[in-house]
């Protein structure tokens, strides 16, 4: 089988520690698809990563064909069939992920622009870097000569920790549960939706009638869980949202039967307006993705698709300055 190109910014901090040694021992895309890593580093970030490539030459993984660091963002991104654009500053205590803006939605708009030079055809991006969904729109509207259905932002975080709260509530086994929504910004205004979800095939809300759980407790704690993870690790989640990474381009690649909760550019469905990476979900038949279209949607759910839709047209107004005056995604 030929290799495929996975370029990784950020390889160095603490998601790129957690993520790499995964995506070579086959873990993302598959145990029988030989990978070349091109890992991309700021100036500063080169020393670090010169120890994680050599602790991935001392994995001896089969599948690891090359290790390439760079700071040269297209020759990172030469060819590259993935890209997860991990590197970006981390929120601290106190912060609301939106507050990294300033900080990092620039970097989004140069990879955009590397990335539709250098990358291969057809290639997907995933990006995790926060605010990982309007850093999406960012990148894509930097890349001409992409299509916005390439560039993807991660809530599948959120996904996972809906899914383990809803199994532990429910005292089943995780992989029981499938149909859990997230809507929206990867941010305190996300709505986890059970609304369609499953538990063993029945739906949640006939496996567990506490309503109260299931709009309160339930909703704010996937919420605030990356805040309630910083406030006890004093950093934020790292194994985790590397796992989510390889989940989600996992099941895109290699297909699924559940759904999968990806930030997509917006098209008008369910009456979110256009020109947005908002999470909706997705089916995995492999290779792509397509959107869950059609769902019935009840009055709360529209009342809280519509308050996180709000956030995310006030972050894109905060980087408007970064995307280019022809940029035109339906808004
Ligand atoms: P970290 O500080 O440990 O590592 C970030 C790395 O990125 C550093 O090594 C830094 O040198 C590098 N970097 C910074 N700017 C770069 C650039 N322009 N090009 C290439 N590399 C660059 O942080 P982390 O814990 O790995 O988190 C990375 C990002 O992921 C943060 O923004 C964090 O908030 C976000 N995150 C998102 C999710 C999600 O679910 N979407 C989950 C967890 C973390
Ligand atoms: C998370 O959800 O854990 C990450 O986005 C990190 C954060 O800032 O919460």
């Not at 309007?134 to 809530?155: I, K, S």
């Not at 805040?227 to 590397?242: L, Q, T």
């Amino acid at each position: 089988m030929p290799p495929l190109t996975v370029a990784v910014t950020g390889a160095a901090g603490q998601i790129g520690y957690a993520l790499l040694m995964r995506i070579a021992s086959g873990e993302m895309l598959g145990k029988d698809q030989p990978v070349r890593l091109q890992l991309i580093e700021t100036k500063q970030g080169m020393a670090p990563l010169k120890g994680v490539m050599m602790e991935l030459e001392d994995g001896a993984f089969p599948l690891l064909e090359s290790v390439k660091g760079t700071s040269d963002l297209e020759e990172g991104f030469g060819d590259a069939n993935f890209s997860l654009l991990v590197g970006a500053m981390p929120r601290k205590q106190g912060m609301e992920r939106s507050d990294l803006l300033s900080a990092n939605a620039a970097i989004f708009a140069d990879q955009g622009k590397a990335l539709s030079a250098a990358a291969a055809p057809g290639s997907r991006v995933l990006i995790v870097g926060n605010p990982a969904n309007t850093n999406a729109l960012v990148a894509a509207a930097n890349a001409p000569d992409m299509l916005p259905e390439q560039f993807m932002a991660m809530t599948r975080l959120d996904q996972s920790r809906a899914e383990g709260m809803l199994a532990e509530k429910a005292g089943v086994d995780v992989k029981d549960v499938d149909r859990v929504i997230i809507w929206g910004n990867h941010s305190a205004t996300q709505y986890p939706d059970l609304s369609h979800a499953r538990i063993g095939g029945k739906w949640a809300k006939d496996v567990i009638k506490d309503e109260k759980w299931l709009t309160g407790d339930f909703v704010s704690r996937v919420q605030k869980r990356g805040a309630e993870v910083i406030a006890a690790r004093g950093a934020s989640s790292a194994a985790s949202a590397a796992s989510a990474a390889i989940d989600n381009i996992r099941d895109v690649h290699l297909g699924s039967e559940k759904w999968q909760s990806i930030g997509v550019l917006s098209d008008g469905s369910y009456g979110i307006g256009g020109g947005l990476w908002y999470s909706v979900p997705c089916a995995c038949p492999g290779l792509h993705y397509t959107r869950v279209k059609g769902l019935p949607i009840d009055e709360y759910s529209a009342k809280m698709m519509n308050t996180t839709e709000a956030e995310l047209v006030a972050e894109r107004d905060s980087v408007r300055h970064l995307l280019p005056s022809s940029y035109d995604a339906g808004v």
